[in-house]
């Protein structure tokens, strides 16, 4: 119950407030009062330095190549006509089987106010293959924007330690706000306002059939995510993210925390699009030895591969073995 409540914490904007020694269990009370004084800043740089990163680490390697195989799969099916993936991202269909993508579908059905049948297969279709998947999954390991905007969070932070820029955040409450506003532009307009601004849309479009104005206004976005807020669409407007994070409460693929190693150091903070979900690391702030991050995760794996002590892993709930 306590990832379902979290999660929609997380996703509603809301910060969970540290655990109260009443919330935490007895065995992890006693691993936070075990290393009380015993974690010096030159054991935690030992363990840092044995864990050598690489520019790009194992997941993400394994997910940009996906994200890419994904995205030349509708370009090649497109290009030779072979018809076995028809359409974009936002919709498609791939071997005859309809695919609707549940933001965009949730905006059709808000715009032409009724549902046709073919947009109900594919709405259970896509909610059932993210549902095993992971939610969010859809953002890390999919999305065409993703991967730009992580190339473009390179940029942004590099001129940061330069002191060229400095970072602004937001309110993430902003996020449901504009969820919110995206419907209700939807119902009262007729029209698919949020699709003809999405940059994961224009970009499978323009990936598929071709390059066209709308590609202007993804480059501003990159650029406002480059000079001004870092990950800004993802982390306050888009509301694809949301609705892939509300399909991830119930999804198996998850990444868990385990509190036992974990030097609190927070490297895995740093490298997060989402870092509110891992706020568990902070010492004493998880309520059990095991805990799962919330549902706003991307399962990117980033802070996976970035953890030195290995305190973060994939894990497919029901399944003992986990991911690593
Ligand atoms: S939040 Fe939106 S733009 Fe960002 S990765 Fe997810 S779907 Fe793509
Ligand atoms: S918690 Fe880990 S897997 Fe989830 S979004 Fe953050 S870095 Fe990626």
């Known amino acids: 119950m306590s990832y379902i409540k979290d999660s929609i914490e997380h996703l509603i904007g809301n910060k969970i407030p540290r655990p109260s020694k009443q919330q935490q269990s007895a065995e992890v009370q006693a691993i936070y009062a075990g290393k009380k004084g015993k974690l010096s800043k030159a054991d935690v740089e030992a363990v840092r330095h044995a864990h050598k990163s690489t520019f790009l680490s194992k997941w993400q390697k394994r997910r940009w190549a996906t994200l890419i195989f994904v995205n030349m799969l509708f370009v090649a099916s497109f290009y030779f006509d072979v018809q076995l993936v028809e359409g974009a991202l936002t919709g498609a269909r791939v071997m005859g089987f309809h695919f609707a993508d549940l933001n965009a579908a949730l905006q059709v059905a808000l715009a032409y106010k009724h549902i046709v049948l073919n947009l109900v297969i594919g709405i259970v279709t896509v909610f059932l293959m993210w549902l095993l998947l992971g939610g969010r999954t859809f953002c890390s390991w999919v999305c065409p924007y993703h991967l730009l905007s992580e190339w473009a969070e390179y940029l942004h932070l590099w001129l940061v330690k330069k002191r060229v820029i400095k970072n602004h955040t937001f309110n993430r409450k902003v996020r449901i706000v504009f969820y919110v506003v995206f419907a209700l532009l939807a119902l009262i307009t007729g029209y698919t306002v949020f699709e003809t601004i999405s940059p994961t849309g224009i970009l499978s479009r323009a990936l598929i059939y071709g390059p066209g104005l709308a590609l202007v206004w993804v480059g501003l976005l990159l650029l406002f995510e480059i000079f001004y807020s870092r990950r800004a669409w993802c982390r306050y407007v888009c509301p694809i993210g949301v609705t892939y994070g509300v399909v991830g409460l119930l999804s198996p693929v998850r990444v868990k925390y385990n ?41 990117c794996g980033m802070c996976v591969d970035v953890c030195p002590t290995d305190s973060l892993t994939y894990e497919v709930k029901g399944l003992s073995k986990m991911l690593k």
Do not use: F, M, Y
Request: with cysteine; charged share 30%; glycine share 4%.
């Open 259 to 299: 509190a036992e190693a974990c030097h609190h150091e927070g490297d895995c903070r740093k490298v997060c699009l989402v870092p509110h979900v891992l706020e568990l690391t902070i010492r004493s702030g998880a309520r059990d030895v095991n805990q799962d991050v919330s549902s706003d995760c991307t399962r």
